[in-house]
């Protein structure tokens, strides 16, 4: 016999985006269901965790939820640089117990958490618009009517997939790291290790989660470089190659793989009764590859959004676009910039890495934090485009602010 049930809103994918949009549509008043295809919320792990210490203030997540970091290090071939800060404004998160408190949160807002139940396919009515999704859940077939569907599904995208609106990506970085017990670690710190030695196309991590706890990654941009990342993070942990020497014994605890979208905001998110948000919208900082932030922020907005449509009655596309015109005036033109950067630096070779690396010891920390975070206010890029004292900053920025 089939399972089936009616609600307003259908989530499908219970990471960041899925349960920060189920947390602000319940909070509306309206009937939720959040699916997770896993046994249990965030049981497997597919990201390194960086954030900023603004974005968990806003969010509202706890402090034991993440470890501080004020110091970023950056390693080249043959150039060491150190940019410190008086206060952190970086953040390791500790990625399962972040991800649980914000389903917990949807819980208490009134949301219904469906666990074990893969979402692969979806209902369409005569118009071929979207009213519901199906799968398979612990008791067989299951099947779920609603008004709007929020795909926040991740990389893979299944229910646009399912709808025919999109392909899977063709552009994009793939992580592989390890979480591992260390002899010593500064938990203040992190690292990224740039280079052909420690990542083609993308960088090499460590990155402290407190407690002499630390994650040791490589990502590797695809189709740009055909580097396996597993197998070139093992070399660089048997090697204990540049600053991994430092931390001494390495004991692994667990391996984490996650696959990151890197074709900027290029698809469409909003339809008929159905919004893309996280990896599935692509909402990622080219930089750095990291979009916890964008998912947990732009999640609340498809939330509210999609809750202000039901109760108005209204769920087609037009209802729905406020959530794609808030994402793109808020971070469209800095994730292009981004981009653009990007783009310059997968061409870099050692010895140019070690010339970028003096360009980005000459930042102050707040100028670093702006660039890498992807936060190029246009008043800001301006400015140090033309009045920083190095040209090769001032070129770089440049860069920056052509774009916007």
Not at 288 to 312: D, H, P
Not at 368 to 389: V, W
Request: net charge neutral; aromatic share 10%; glycine share 10%.
């Amino acid at each position: 016999m089939v399972e089936q049930f009616h609600y307003d809103l259908v989530i499908v994918g219970g990471g960041p985006s899925g349960s920060s949009a189920a947390f602000s549509a319940a909070k509306k008043g309206i009937e939720v269901a959040l699916i997770e295809k896993e046994n249990l919320i965030a049981e497997t792990v597919r990201t390194s965790g960086v954030t900023w210490i603004q974005s968990i203030k806003e969010f509202g997540i706890p402090n034991d939820c993440f470890n501080p970091i004020r110091n970023f290090s950056f390693c080249s071939p043959n150039n060491e640089v150190t940019i410190a800060d008086s206060v952190p404004r970086a953040a390791v998160l500790d990625v399962r117990k972040t991800y649980r408190w914000l389903a917990e949160e949807a819980k208490k807002a009134g949301a219904d958490i469906f666990l074990k139940t893969n979402i692969n396919g979806v209902i369409k009515d005569e118009d071929g618009n979207i009213i519901g999704v199906t799968g398979v859940g612990p008791k067989g077939d299951i099947i779920f009517h609603s008004k709007v569907v929020i795909d926040a599904s991740g990389f893979n995208s299944t229910v646009c997939k399912a709808m025919g609106f999109v392909t899977q990506w063709k552009r994009f970085g793939a992580g592989a790291e390890y979480e591992v017990q260390v002899e010593n670690i500064d938990d203040q710190t992190w690292w990224l290790m740039v280079g052909q030695q420690y990542s083609p196309a993308g960088y090499a991590w460590i990155f402290p989660l407190g407690d002499n706890v630390a994650r040791i990654g490589v990502g590797i941009g695809k189709p740009e470089s055909n580097v396996d990342p597993t197998q070139r993070l093992k070399e660089l942990m048997e090697t204990k190659l540049g600053p991994i020497k430092k931390l001494g014994k390495i004991t692994p605890i667990e391996f984490h793989y996650g696959l990151i979208p890197n074709e900027g905001l290029s698809r469409k998110t909003a339809f008929n009764n159905l919004i893309l948000v996280g990896d599935s919208a692509g909402q990622a900082n080219p930089l750095v590859l990291e979009g916890i932030r964008y998912a947990i922020k732009f999640g609340r907005v498809a939330g509210e959004v999609s809750a202000n449509a039901i109760k108005s009655g209204k769920t087609n596309e037009g209802a729905l676009y406020p959530y794609e015109e808030n994402w793109r005036k808020e971070i469209e033109s800095k994730i292009n910039s981004a981009g653009k950067v990007q783009d310059r630096w997968i061409g870099l070779s050692d010895k140019e890495w070690d010339k970028e690396l003096d360009i980005i010891k000459e930042l102050k920390s707040e100028e670093f934090l702006d660039f890498i975070k992807a936060d190029f206010g246009l008043s800001n890029m301006i400015k140090l485009a033309t009045h920083h004292p190095k040209l090769a900053v001032r070129q770089l920025f440049n860069l920056v602010k052509r774009n916007n």
